[in-house]
Nanobody, 121 residues
Framework: QVQLVESGGGLVQAGGSLRLSCAAS????????MAWFRQAPGKEREFVAA????????YYADSVKGRFTISRDRAKNTVYLQMNSLKPEDTAVYYC??????????????WGQGTQVTVSS
């Protein structure tokens, strides 16, 4: 079992930055690929970024490429999402997930409760 707890969300002006954290517990955390997804009101949950179990490979949605950076600290069992140059369309609940990797929600077995990110124009 893996338990995930997100933090770091909040309200920020367009052009600003936030860093989300996802603290994981469970013995198998280090063997899972990790990802961030987001869901805006009335929309499907969508892939944002993923990092491999080793931290050596990352992958991003086109909408955030060049603005967001995903990383993981295996010693701290934590995954981060650094978000820069935020736009109002980035407003959503952001979820941390652990699983087999890729961009599909069904590839991830464990999910956090989500953290709200609101970007004002």
């Amino acid at each position: 079992q893996v338990q995930l707890v997100e933090s770091g969300g909040g309200l920020v002006q367009a052009g600003g930055s936030l860093r989300l954290s996802c603290a994981a517990s469970g013995r198998t955390f280090s063997s899972h690929h990790m990802a961030w997804f987001r869901q805006a009101p009335g929309k499907e949950r969508e892939f944002v970024a993923a990092v491999s179990w080793s931290g050596g490979s990352t992958y991003y949605a086109d909408s955030v490429k060049g603005r967001f950076t995903i990383s993981r600290d295996r010693a701290k069992n934590t995954v981060y999402l650094q978000m820069n140059s935020l736009k109002p369309e980035d407003t959503a609940v952001y979820y941390c997930a652990a699983g087999e990797g890729g961009i599909a929600t069904m590839a991830y077995d464990y999910w956090g409760q989500g953290t709200q990110v609101t970007v004002s124009s």
